[in-house]
Nanobody, 124 residues
């Protein structure tokens, strides 16, 4: 049971990247999905999360209007579309799945299953 991320890489500031998360070994129709990132020397933080129950999204304020998250249960993907990237978006991006998210969507402790991460480097 795991998640697999893809789509990271180097990009210039102002550019776009599309990160994809796919489950392996389980079906995730009822799972809440979150994308988190960890910049060098910093703690892992939530970026954008979506509730499977009511579609409510949590956004880290700096990505609002630039990033979007879509979960497709038929295709078994969760895509993080990142536009107008900035240097401070650099980091390792992790996909995570939470069954109930009782601690709240942005809480790392709410998530049961994590991916291995994909690196994003934004150069200015």
């Amino acid at each position: 049971v795991r998640l697999v991320e893809s789509g990271g890489g180097p990009v210039h500031a102002g550019g776009s990247l599309r990160l994809t998360c796919t489950p392996r070994g389980f079906t995730w129709e009822d799972y809440n999905i979150g994308w988190f990132r960890q910049a060098p020397g910093k703690e892992r933080e939530p970026v954008l999360c979506v509730s499977d129950y009511d579609g409510v999204h949590y956004y880290e304020e700096s990505v609002r209007g630039r990033f979007s998250l879509s979960k497709d249960n038929n295709k078994m993907t969760a895509v993080l579309q990142m536009n107008n990237l900035r240097a401070d978006d650099t980091g390792t991006y992790y996909c995570a799945a939470a069954w109930e998210a009782r601690e709240g969507l942005p809480a790392l402790s709410a998530y049961d299953i994590w991916g291995q991460g994909t690196h994003v480097t934004v150069s200015s």
